[in-house]
């Protein structure tokens, strides 16, 4: 399974393979087209509850990271991972996101759940 993570705001490459965004908001001010995304999986996205209370506050990632992690559990969350797996079998797949933080954001766990229950 091939996967990666990458910044929805940074330019599209060949290299990224299958764009998936995992956000449960569109990025702020991109079009589809800029955007360039093949699918969007919002069930991989934790919930707005979860979201608003984090507010990328880095206090707050273990936390964050556990709840998520939990919610990531949810029927509609383990029908995602399965699309997500079904395309990464396939070929390569990046997981796009729309926070500026590039080390406590969403994508960060669920490529790390991956790689932990795939690799």
């Not at 997981?95 to 590039?102: Q, R, T």
């Amino acid at each position: 399974m091939k996967v990666q993570i990458k910044r929805v705001y940074e330019a599209a490459d060949h290299a990224d393979g299958y764009r998936i965004l995992v956000d449960r908001l569109w990025p702020r001010g991109l079009t589809k087209e800029s955007a360039a995304v093949d699918e969007w999986l919002r069930d991989l996205a934790p919930s707005t509850e979860l979201r608003r209370w984090f507010n990328h506050a880095p206090e707050r990632w273990a936390e964050f990271k556990r709840r998520y992690l939990h919610e990531l559990q949810s029927e509609a969350a383990v029908a995602a991972l399965g699309r997500l797996s079904e395309v990464a079998a396939k070929q390569r797949v990046t997981l796009l996101y729309g926070a500026k933080d590039e080390t406590h954001n969403n994508a960060v766990v669920l490529l790390e759940h991956l790689k932990r229950h795939h690799d």
